[in-house]
T-cell receptor, first 116, second 111 residues
Framework: SAVISQKPSRDICQRGTSLTIQCQVD?????MFWYRQQPGQSLTLIAT?????????ESGFVIDKFPISRPNLTFSTLTVSNMSPEDSSIYLC?????????????FGEGSRLTVL | GQQVMQIPQYQHVQEGEDFTTYCNSS?????IQWYKQRPGGHPVFLIQ?????EVKKQKRLTFQFGEAKKNSSLHITATQTTDVGTYFC???????????FGQGTTLQVKP
């Protein structure tokens, strides 16, 4: 299993500002993912955070808007840049435990962002 | 791209009634996973199905993976108020590790 600490747990942000979310895992993992969950909706994959290289973004998400860092095998950050009210959402960090590429995902508690 | 469709979106049942949610993928999956999210919480893994036609049980929950590995279902027998939450299926293709989630089925159980 994996224990994930994510912060901030929630924040209220002003339009046009940027916020960085941190994700810390209690063990080394190969696969880290960032998901977005808009109110009452499902989880949408933003990107796969790759250690030592650029993140791999899904269709509809770009690096300029959601820059991601992955400096080591236990930590990643997601920045939501130039925020608008449409970015109000829960952002979730998730990992596949250990060095596997497939298997169950463990999720952080999520970061609930409200953009005014 | 890959899509995972899930129905129904909502289900209200009386405590003791059964509940089923269905999941269909646009592509063949290497495995399918099911998660439960309680209100205000994060998704929690329930089970993973890998083999064609696989059936797994967890107490009152029965999970099935279709023969073509493109569909799946979760059936809960005799629902309880503790079953309340949103149930998501999530499909995995290949070896990339990433999961594509269905829209979820939100279950409400009336005592």
């Amino acid at each position: 299993s994996a224990v994930i600490s994510q912060k901030p747990s929630r924040d209220i942000c002003q339009r046009g500002t940027s916020l960085t979310i941190q994700c810390q895992v209690d063990s080394q993992v190969t696969m880290m993912f960032w998901y977005r969950q808009q109110p009452g909706q499902s989880l949408t994959l933003i990107a796969t955070a790759n250690q030592g290289s650029e993140a791999t973004y899904e269709s509809g998400f770009v690096i300029d808007k959601f820059p991601i860092s992955r400096p080591n095998l236990t930590f990643s950050t997601l920045t939501v840049s130039n925020m608008s009210p449409e970015d109000s959402s829960i952002y979730l960090c998730s990992v596949v435990s250990g060095q596997k590429n497939t298997g169950e995902l463990f999720f952080g508690e999520g970061s609930r962002l409200t953009v005014l | 791209g890959q899509q995972v469709m899930q129905i129904p979106q909502y289900q209200h049942v009386q405590e003791g009634e059964d509940f089923t949610t269905y999941c269909n993928s646009s592509t063949t999956l290497s495995n399918i996973q099911w998660y439960k999210q309680r209100p205000g919480g994060h998704p929690v893994f329930l089970i993973q199905l890998v083999k064609s036609g696989e059936v797994k049980k967890q107490k009152r929950l029965t999970f099935q993976f279709g023969e073509a590995k493109k569909n799946s279902s979760l059936h809960i027998t005799a629902t309880q108020t503790t079953d309340v939450g949103t149930y998501f299926c999530a499909g995995q293709s290949g070896n990339t590790g990433k999961l594509i989630f269905g829209q979820g089925t939100t279950l409400q159980v009336k005592p």
